[in-house]
């Protein structure tokens, strides 16, 4: 899948955001989701991203599941458990 249709889905598909409370100085992480409308949380079918933070609050990287930015098979509930993120 090229970065173009991946951002085509990414513009279409329904849109989740995480809020957390570990992982960086201001303990704070988030997660951002894609996935077809309907897709269940707990199904496979998401392309997740985590942004990181610095000791400032700055957004420093943002870093996607298993390091894939064009598979649509993650599960969103297991954002912050399941995957490593590069």
Request: proline share 2%; glycine share 8%.
């Amino acid at each position: 899948m090229t970065n173009f249709e991946v951002y085509q889905k990414m513009q279409i598909y329904m849109k989740k955001i995480a809020y957390g409370t570990s992982g960086n100085a201001l303990n704070r992480q988030e997660y951002i989701g894609w996935a077809p409308p309907g897709t269940a949380t707990s199904a496979a079918g998401w392309l997740i991203q985590k942004l990181v933070y610095n000791s400032s609050g700055m957004v420093t990287d943002i870093q996607w599941a298993a390091s894939e930015n064009d598979k649509f098979n993650k599960v969103w509930d297991n954002r912050a458990t399941a995957y490593t993120y590069g």
